[in-house]
C-alpha cells in the first residue's frame, strides 16, 4: 500500500523514494547528511578523516562478524554437548 506524501499527517520534511519492494520515504535530514558526506569526501582537507572513517566501519563490521561467528560457534557446540547428552 502506498500512500500520497501530500496526503499522509505529519509528513512535511520527507523526500519520496523507490526501492526494490516498493515507495519509501526519506527524511530530508537524512538526505542532507548523505550529500553533505559526499560533498566532504571531495574536499582534499577531508581526505584523511574521510579515510579513517572508512577504515573505522571496516574494523568494527569486522569485529561484528567475529562476534556472530563465536556466538555461531558457541550455539552449534552448545546443540552438539545437548545431543551427546541425550544418547547416554
Do not use: N
Request: no cysteine; charged share 30%.
Amino acid at each position: 500500500m502506498t500512500t500520497d506524501i501530500a496526503t499522509r499527517p505529519g509528513s512535511g520534511d520527507v523526500v519520496p523514494g523507490r526501492t526494490e519492494l516498493g515507495t519509501i520515504t526519506i527524511s530530508t535530514r537524512v538526505v542532507e547528511k548523505v550529500a553533505a558526506r559526499a560533498a566532504a569526501e571531495d574536499e582534499p582537507a577531508w581526505t584523511y578523516p574521510a579515510l579513517i572513517e572508512r577504515w573505522g566501519e571496516r574494523y568494527w563490521a569486522g569485529e561484528r562478524d567475529a562476534a556472530d561467528a563465536l556466538l555461531a560457534d558457541l550455539d552449534r557446540l552448545a546443540a552438539s554437548s545437548a545431543t551427546g547428552r541425550r544418547k547416554r
